[in-house]
T-cell receptor
Framework: DVKVTQSSRYLVKRTGEKVFLECVQD?????MFWYRQDPGLGLRLIYF???????EKGDIPEGYSVSREKKERFSLILESASTNQTSMYLC????????????FGPGTRLTVT | RKEVEQDPGPFNVPEGATVAFNCTYS??????FFWYRQDCRKEPKLLMS???SGNEDGRFTAQLNRASQYISLLIRDSKLSDSATYLC?????????FGPGTRLSVLP
């Protein structure tokens, strides 16, 4: 059974803290993605990676960075958390190209106070 | 204009009803099309891919009209378990663009 796991289901952080969200997939997928999902706005792409050490900005990269040191792991970093980064964060992986199914992790609900 | 737009919903329908969702996309270079389903407080999961000739999977039928840049999803004989948010997804390369989703509630 394919699996994408995320390090936390719920996280509460203070404004200004550095936050790490971890994502691991066991399907040997080349592509990995980080989205945030907000009511009324749907899923918005933050960053994606199509290979180890490769990354591309998505639609809303400001305030975020990513790291992909190993194929199975893709980390999202909030350098200095702000209240407007309170959201549901979803990680996904897929085979290369845009024709293949994306598999999502269960999500991390981040609250920044 | 948003890249992918969907019926705003929510749709509240009785069990057994037929319901149709519409989706339009703005990028004419888009190549791949999908419907995902997202249950409350869960992650999205692929419902079905959408092919140019249209395709069916049980009670679900998806249609694509490239000329009009329009995708549809038809659900026949709705079940209570069909209650979810349905996401239209479009891809033009490595990236996927998600619509905002249409929420469906099937009522007993």
């Amino acid at each position: 059974d394919v699996k994408v796991t995320q390090s936390s289901r719920y996280l509460v952080k203070r404004t200004g803290e550095k936050v790490f969200l971890e994502c691991v997939q066991d399907m040997d997928h080349e592509n990995m993605f980080w989205y945030r999902q907000d009511p009324g706005l749907g899923l918005r792409l933050i960053y994606f990676s199509y290979d180890v050490k490769m990354k591309e900005k998505g639609d809303i990269p400001e305030g975020y960075s990513v790291s992909r040191e190993k194929k199975e792991r893709f980390s999202l970093i909030l350098e200095s958390a702000s209240t407007n980064q309170t959201s549901m964060y979803l990680c996904a992986s897929s085979r290369p190209g845009g024709n293949y199914e994306q598999y999502f992790g269960p999500g991390t609900r981040l609250t920044v106070t | 204009r948003k890249e992918v737009e969907q019926d705003p919903g929510p749709f509240n329908v009785p069990e057994g009803a037929t319901v149709a969702f519409n989706c339009t996309y703005s990028n004419s270079a888009s190549q791949s099309f999908f419907w995902y389903r997202q249950d409350c407080r869960k992650e999205p999961k692929l419902l079905m891919s959408v092919y140019s000739s249209g395709n069916e999977d049980g009670r679900f039928t998806a249609q694509l009209n490239r000329a009009s840049q329009y995708i549809s999803l038809l659900i026949r004989d709705s079940k209570l378990s069909d209650s979810a948010t349905y996401l239209c997804v479009v891809s033009g390369g490595q990236n996927f663009v998600f619509g905002p989703g249409t929420r469906l509630s099937v009522l007993p």
